[in-house]
Each structure stands twice: as structure tokens, then as C-alpha cells.
């Protein structure tokens, strides 16, 4: 009677327009960006070369006309030689397109950290931010290093790896910055998971299966299919990254601030992209199941998927909507022992929420301890539920 259930349910899951049309929607949104934006963004980790050979015609005439005029000493007032600033600027200018132009990554990483200011940042970046000085020393450091990893493994240095837009690193910041919409897909499919019985209420309560291991089951599938759905539609936008910028590697290095009183170049570490996928993967899994058992706790107490939906979405972006870098505390609480902290789960692998926050408390291991309990008190709630939400209470 369980896999007959299971089947049913899952043959639901499937065939729910909602559903179809949510990951018709997923999917174009993926290619689109893949196919569309990806191609034509401009990062920070890479030069304007159409800027670099306007720079490089207009200072031309500049040289030639100081040369022949004998004006290439300094400048009286200034002390500055314009003349040999131009000829510098060109050289430098004209080595970064050849190398550019000669898909000679290695070499034009290289000339690129030679270049003043070559970090990219600008206080412009950094408009709004509660430490803006701070936080633009951070990107600065962790450029260089992210810079000098690839350096360090020339196999795995190409142009699309200098910008990140390998596969293996687009998936790296979609666990850093996605982390809550991949959570939110879970909310979105078990939404109506108990609710829609309500339309077949006759048909459902005809199964001979106690109210609390049915709701087990619905579960069991809603999970099943937001994991497979999940992995699946992120193993398809891999393979469509793979022809246009190539795999990556899984053994590049990525840096992460070890030390939050200071930031400074000797408290950075590495990590490999591997260690970061699995942790963030181990943490979504276990996000997915909780999300789903939340939707079941909420299905029980308000009877409407739009409710339920709603309710859960909240929950998902209070720590968002309450994150304040002045503090590490929420309502007097250490913000490392507050659940909504890790659902921001790539942030807090990667070592940012710890930055963001000045603080030492938000680990992984303690992130997977603290989610863990609040399954268990969740199961304990949902239990309760069942009791005091029978199913004839629940459907009439």
C-alpha cells in the first residue's frame, strides 16, 4: 500500500501543470542566461580591450609629436615626463592584446596584476555598504588571490576561468548567491503536496494508512522529485556551459578569510571547489528535506497552498530582511545559532557570512548540528499536528 501511494503521488507530482510550467519556466530562465547574458557580460576580471586600443591610437600622435618636438623630459612644474608615461602606457597596453590576442592566459594574467590597480575595484562598487572601505579591501585581497591560485595551476588557467565562467565555477556562484531560490523550489513544489487532497477528500481518506505516514510519504516524494528536478536541471545547465567555456577544474583553489578582526593578505587561506561543492551540496540536500517537512507543518495549520507558500518565503528571507553587519545577533541571539543563517548555505561554506558578520560562529559542522535539531523539533511539531489536525478534521 506505501508504493502504491509513493507511485500515485510521485505520478502527481509529475503531471501537475504547476509544476511543469514552473520548470518549463526554470529551464528557459537557465538558457537565457547561459546563451544570452553570460556571452555578452563584462566582468570585473577582465579589460576593456576596445578601451585598451582607443588608448592606444589616441596616445600615438601624443608620442610622435613630444618626440619630434624634443618635450620628453620632465615637466617643470609637474616633474612628470608625459612622454615617457604615453610610451610606458602604450607598452604596457599593446603586450595585454597580444597576449589577449594570442590566447596566452598565463602571460596575460601576468601583465594583467602589473597593472596599477589591477584589483579593479572602485569605491563605486561599494556604494551602500555598511564597511565600504573594508569591503573593497576584502574583494582587492581576494582577487589576488583568486588571481595567483590560477597562476599557481596553469593547466587550469584559460580566459574563461581569468572571468569565471567556467562551468564548475558558474555552479560555485550559484550556491554562493542562489542558495535561497534553490531553496525556494522546494516551497514552490510541496506547497500543495497535502492541500490538493482536499479537492479528492473521499478518495484520499479511503487509503488504510495512518494520517502521520501518509503525510511521511508525501514527503518522502516531494523531496524525491525537488532533488531530482533540482540536480538535474543544474547537470543541464553544465552540460550547456561545457561547449561554450569548458568544465573547469574541481581542484581550483578559492580563497576564504580565516581571521574577522582584520582583514589582511596573511589571514586568507584556500579551499578547493570540490570541498566547497560538497559542503554546499550536503547543505542543500539537507535544506530541501527540511523545507518540505516545514511545508507540511504549514499545509496542516492553514489549509491553503498560497498561505502556505507565503508563510514559508518569510521564513526563507528573515535572516535577508533583519541581516545587520553592525551586529552579530538577532534579537539578542548569536546569529551562528540562528537556523535562517545557513539557508543562505554557499555564503556560509564559503566563509562570507562569517565576514559579513565579523564573527567566528557560523561553521559548517555547527550549521549541520543546529539544522539537524531543528529537523527533529519539526518532525516532533508535525507529529503533534497529526494529532491535533486529524485527518477527518483536516478534510472536512
Wanted: charged share 20%.
Amino acid at each position: 500500500m506505501y508504493r502504491s501511494l509513493f507511485k500515485h503521488e510521485w505520478s502527481l507530482m509529475w503531471k501537475s501543470k504547476k509544476n511543469v510550467f514552473f520548470i518549463i519556466f526554470l529551464f528557459l530562465l537557465m538558457a537565457g542566461y547561459c546563451f544570452i547574458v553570460l556571452p555578452d557580460s563584462k566582468t570585473v576580471h577582465a579589460l576593456d580591450h576596445e578601451e585598451l586600443e582607443e588608448s592606444i591610437i589616441t596616445n600615438e600622435p601624443l608620442i610622435k609629436s613630444r618626440l619630434e618636438k624634443g618635450y620628453t623630459g620632465q615637466n617643470s612644474f609637474t616633474k612628470q615626463a608625459a612622454y615617457h608615461m604615453f610610451t610606458a602606457d602604450n607598452d604596457r597596453y599593446s603586450r595585454l592584446l597580444y597576449a589577449y590576442e594570442n590566447d596566452q592566459a598565463s602571460r596575460y594574467l601576468q601583465l594583467k596584476m602589473l597593472e596599477p590597480g589591477y584589483g579593479i575595484s572602485t569605491f563605486k562598487m561599494f556604494e551602500g555598504s555598511t564597511y565600504p572601505y573594508m569591503d573593497r579591501m576584502h574583494f582587492d585581497y581576494y582577487t589576488m588571490m583568486r588571481y595567483q591560485a590560477l597562476l599557481n595551476d596553469e593547466r587550469t588557467l584559460t580566459f574563461a576561468s581569468l572571468e569565471q565562467k567556467t562551468a564548475v565555477q558558474l555552479l560555485e556562484q550559484l550556491f554562493m548567491v542562489g542558495g535561497p531560490f534553490l531553496l525556494f523550489v522546494a516551497i514552490y513544489f510541496s506547497s500543495d503536496v497535502l492541500i490538493r487532497d482536499r479537492s479528492h477528500a473521499t478518495l484520499k481518506q479511503g487509503f488504510p494508512i495512518s494520517w502521520y505516514h501518509t503525510i511521511n510519504v508525501k514527503s518522502g516524494v516531494a523531496f524525491l522529485y525537488t532533488l531530482v528536478v533540482t540536480l538535474t536541471l543544474i547537470g543541464v545547465g553544465i552540460l550547456m556551459m561545457i561547449p561554450l567555456y569548458g568544465l573547469g577544474s574541481f581542484q581550483l583553489s578559492i580563497p576564504y578569510l580565516t581571521s574577522y578582526n582584520d582583514v589582511a593578505l596573511e589571514q586568507y587561506d584556500y579551499m578547493s571547489v570540490s570541498e566547497f561543492l560538497l559542503q554546499s551540496v550536503i547543505f542543500l540536500v539537507i535544506l530541501l528535506f527540511l523545507f518540505v517537512r516545514l511545508s507540511m507543518s504549514a499545509s496542516l495549520l492553514f489549509k491553503k497552498s498560497w498561505l502556505v507558500m507565503g508563510s514559508l518565503t518569510i521564513l526563507l528571507l528573515f535572516e535577508r530582511v533583519l541581516r545587520d553587519r553592525t551586529s552579530d545577533t538577532v534579537f539578542g541571539v548569536d546569529v551562528g545559532y540562528l537556523p535562517q543563517t545557513y539557508f543562505d548555505f554557499g555564503k556560509v561554506v564559503a566563509h562570507e557570512m562569517n565576514y559579513l558578520f565579523l564573527t567566528d560562529s557560523i561553521s559548517f559542522a555547527r550549521g549541520i548540528i543546529i539544522l539537524g535539531v531543528l529537523i527533529m523539533i519539526v518532525e516532533a511539531i508535525n507529529w503533534g499536528l497529526c494529532k491535533i489536525r486529524s485527518k477527518q478534521r483536516f478534510f472536512a
